[in-house]
């Protein structure tokens, strides 16, 4: 949970914006967008083995291509698009596209690195390049949106301009109720919201949970009222201010855009910054996040709810992409045959130069460019991409077919099936629900862990080779057929928090978050567990000594580390009264620590009095009210009654505590007045060193007060 940074934490008041032009040549400076083509995941594959997922083809169109076209006609004028997995291919789309004319308004610069792992990476480089000079939009290559932001970046520049820069972030969320088809099950979410300001304060991935918990400070967050909604559609589209890329960079646990929404909401105390939402009843905005999505924004497209991006707008002036569009949405390319007794039903596109034999039936289907299909074919919701040979009497529902992939005669394909790039199938062969044919071993997924993000794909002849090796089972893919199964297994080896999950979606398992609400509903029988509310202080206080001991050695700086500290009070349940005691013992304790018991006293204050400057901003930002301070002394004092034999460093470190002003001189007199709790407590009193300091400490006030009158 280290909140590390190579650069000095820029909080504050909210983090500062950077220097530079005032709010009215920030405002007219032109909209820039951040595109990340990679999903830093491998939810598609195997298909993704082959071609990354912002050039699939959706509609017979790249989805990098409905992300651009989005971007430029909400007003973007400059997009950076980042590009890792199979880079060389994402760049030559883009170079060959009407993105880099010159004639386009939205001018995209594209920007290729192996070292891309995940968001926070990408974001982190933009700081370092210092890409954005204003606000800008956020969003993935798999977007499909024709949502107007206009009214969204309107009202985060007011914000920003009317708080200092405080809202650091607007989300955009579409009104849509549970259960819809264009949500995805595993973005379901469930929002706290001010209701006047729409500042979120809590905000909760719902997927697994049996019971939803909300932290108790928004209860007491200053807000007369709130919202708490779940019929919202995240559309995966941030207005983003320019400080989000250094937020990134000075915390290095950010990797994806929920670490970044929790961390920002957990830490607003300290450092000021808020994320806002704005909501939408009107627009489209879905990100394909798994194949059921693909089915999901395919059809929509079909059926024209995402207008003007339609299948006959041919939005990215691409010959081959034209077509022609008639009743019950039926859509047919140039050069389309189409044999005896054939029919298109509804929600049908044809690609161009694709023939279609007799007596074939199609409904609810996109077919590519370039397809061969044979006699008495039926597809229902199928997605067959481009060059792909379908022989006669074949029956495929709800599955997709790659590029360049045969199926032979009498082949049945159930309910999602995804045959990958080049396979053959058949003949004669029925394929269960669920299979997934390619021409890559599944045991390439393990060995290529450590490549698995890497932009070439250098190494596939390599991968060829070890393929010839092996033998196609015919049980499985039909006599002539070539290609692997792959197992559900194969699949399910997900990278950082996501569930066990397969190309079409999730797979129900418990949530890590329902384990621990499970055991806490288990029955009497259950055998007694110690009290996690003591495990969780003991667990705090090993944390936050790791934290200190990481801070010095690495110097991270004092807002980080209060960062830091602040989160895990979160994690742990902490009340802010056991951090301060917490946090006063363990930097007491930490020359022990660190040296052992042998010290001396006056080798215990050489060690410690440079930790207290050093550490004093982090005791500041808990010790503000006088109850703070009296904690604080309570731990002081609770320290030092177990080492009496370093009692004579008590008045060095206390008068140290009190010249770095951590401490106020009216809250030690009152604690050592009021404070004693028991015989050692008043004997600890009675320590003539101690009893000086207080003295010096009154005849300073009662001086000070002569003065003042």
Known sequence: ???????????????????????????????????????FNRRFFPVTKDQPRALLPLGNVAMIDYTLEFLTSTGVQETFVFCCWMASKIKAHLLKSKWCRPTSPNTVHIITSDLYRSLGDVLRDVDAKSLVRSDFVLVYGDVVSNIDIGQA??????????????????????????????????????????????????????????????????????????????????????????????????NFDYQTRNDFVRGILVNEEILGNQIHMHVTKDGYGVRVSNLLMYDSVSSDLVRRWVYPLTPEANFTDQEDCSCTYSRHNVYRGSGVSLGHGSQMEENVLIGSDTSIGANCHISNSIIGNNCVIGDSVILDHAYIWNNVHIASNVLISQSVVCDKVEIKQGVTLSKQCVLAYNVVIGPNISLPEGTVVSMHLPDEDEEDDDNEFLSDDASASQRSDIAKQKVFNPAEVGAEGKGYIWKVSSLDDMDGEELSQCLW????????????????????????????????????????????????????????????????????????????????????????????????????????????????????????????????????????????????????????????????????????SQGATGDKSRWLRKNQGLQKFIQWLEEAEESSEEGGE
């Open 1 to 39: 949970m280290a909140a590390k940074g190579s650069k000095q934490s820029r909080s504050g008041t909210g983090v500062s914006a950077r220097k530079g032009a005032g709010d009215q040549e920030d405002e007219e400076q032109p909209l820039q967008a951040v595109l990340v083509a990679d999903s």
């Open 153 to 250: 970046l309107q009202e985060h520049r007011h914000r920003r301009k009317a708080d200092k820069n405080i809202s650091v972030m607007t989300m955009l969320f579409k009104e849509s109720s549970p259960g819809h088809r264009s949500r995805c099950e595993e973005d379901d979410v469930i929002v706290a919201v001010d209701s006047r300001s729409r500042q979120i304060l809590h905000y909760q991935k719902t997927q697994g949970l049996k019971k939803l918990q909300f932290p108790m400070n928004i209860f007491h967050s200053g807000s007369d009222e709130f919202d708490i909604r779940h019929d919202l559609l995240d559309c995966h589209t941030c207005i983003c201010s320019p400080q989000v890329a250094e937020l990134f960079t000075d």
């Open 505 to 672: 979606g999730l797979v129900l398992n418990p949530a890590p978050e329902s384990d621990s609400e499970e055991s806490e509903l288990d029955g009497p029988d259950d055998p007694a567990i110690p009290s996690p509310e003591m495990d969780d202080v003991k667990v705090f206080q090993v944390e936050v000594l790791g934290t200190l001991q990481r801070g010095l050695e690495e110097n991270i700086s004092c807002d980080n580390l209060v960062l830091e500290i602040n989160s895990l009070k979160y994690a742990y349940n902490i009340s802010l009264k056991e951090v301060m005691q917490i946090l006063t013992r363990v930097v007491l304790e930490f020359p022990f620590q660190q040296q052992g018991s042998h010290l001396t006293t006056s080798q215990y204050v050489a060690q410690l009095l440079p930790l207290l400057r050093k550490w004093g901003p982090v005791f500041k930002n808990y010790v503000k009210r006088a109850q703070d301070h009296l904690d604080c002394l309570s731990a002081f004092e609770e320290h030092f009654l177990e080492q009496e034999s370093h009692w004579a460093a008590m008045v060095k470190v206390l008068m140290n505590m009190y010249e770095l002003e951590i401490l106020e001189e009216e809250i030690i007199l009152r604690w050592f």
